[in-house]
């Protein structure tokens, strides 16, 4: 069966509901944020630096006039920060959309956030388990709301394996990404698993490549620029192309709980998005309780309504 064509012009209507993006000063999380306000959503910037924020803010009223928004400012290396900027909005909002997007790769060194949780699993992976947590009753407040996690192709990578989640043992950079990247995939399969049964969904999403904020560290070598430099001539595509299979995720009438999605072209860098194999053992209930227990533990930090 041929692949349905999709692209953001078929996002249906969104006015009434809400979309809090991390991430969303820049690149993909910027295009996602520009897309779903292009379509009426009200729309929550999520990211780390005021200014840039302000900035993005700025751009997004030009590119939309009349778009609804706000911004928050969310550190996902801080986990008293990650609580400080959800209360407000869990206290008070209903969100239809939370696409955990933000991240880092290719930290030469291994550090820890201001928790001292390796930098890399602290922020992709552990720092939007929290903050998806804290946000839980905003989501509770919407019946169909949606919970999209970017993940990337990384996540089907041997190196990805989630045992030494933390690289206490060996620390190299790529594989502490793909370790983040295994995991955000892992959890949204356990999140899914405990919202079945409701009209909630949770579904991850890789972006194909692209190159974006997301290189800033890989490149800082020799090495590094030169893998961005070839792989921008080859396999990277735009952040517009890269936020597709977050908009689907997020806005698909037929997306199912559970799902990845990814592009469909050569080496699923690019094309329509739609439904993506799931690494080896990403799926496995054992795997995702487990992941779920030491994240908890990790961070302190709970899902006291889906509790199995």
């Given at each position: 069966m041929a692949r349905e064509h999709w692209t953001p012009a078929d996002i249906p209507p969104l006015s009434g509901r809400t979309a809090l993006i991390?991430?969303?000063?820049?690149?993909?999380?910027?295009?996602t944020a520009l897309a779903l306000a292009r379509h009426g959503a009200r729309i929550l910037l999520a990211g780390r630096h005021p200014a840039s924020l302000a900035e993005a803010a700025r751009r997004l009223h030009d590119d939309v006039?009349?778009?609804?928004?706000?911004?928050?400012?969310l550190d996902l290396g801080d986990l008293t920060a990650i609580r400080d900027a959800a209360a407000p909005v869990a206290a008070t909002e209903t969100i239809d959309l939370l696409v955990n997007n933000a991240g880092v790769m290719g930290v030469p060194e291994r550090r820890t956030t201001r928790d001292g949780l390796e930098l890399t699993v602290g922020t992709n992976h552990l720092g939007h388990f929290a903050l998806t947590a804290h946000l839980m009753p905003a989501l509770m407040r919407s019946p169909g709301a949606r919970v999209v996690t970017v993940s990337a192709i990384a996540a089907t990578w041997r190196s990805g394996d989630l045992t030494d989640l933390m690289s206490e043992r060996r620390y190299r950079p790529m594989s502490a990404y793909a370790k983040s990247k295994r995991a955000n995939i892992v959890f949204t399969q356990e999140l899914a698993r405990r919202l079945s049964g409701s009209a909630h969904r949770a579904l991850s999403v890789h972006p194909g490549s692209a190159v974006?904020?997301?290189q800033r560290h890989t490149s800082a070598s020799r090495l590094g620029r030169l893998f961005v430099a070839l792989a921008s001539r080859t396999l990277m595509g735009s952040a517009d192309g890269a936020a597709w299979p977050s908009l689907y995720a997020a806005t698909h009438p037929a997306a199912v709980s559970g799902t990845f999605i990814g592009p469909a072209g050569r080496d699923q860098t690019s094309g329509t998005p739609g439904?993506?194999?799931?690494p080896g053992?990403?799926?496995?209930?054992?795997l995702g309780a487990w992941l779920w227990r030491e994240s908890e533990r990790l961070t302190g930090v709970r899902f006291p309504a889906l509790q199995t």
């Open positions: 991390t991430g969303a000063n820049s690149g993909i999380g910027y295009r006039p009349g778009t609804r928004l706000e911004t928050v400012e974006t904020n997301l439904p993506a194999p799931l053992g990403a799926d496995s209930p054992d």
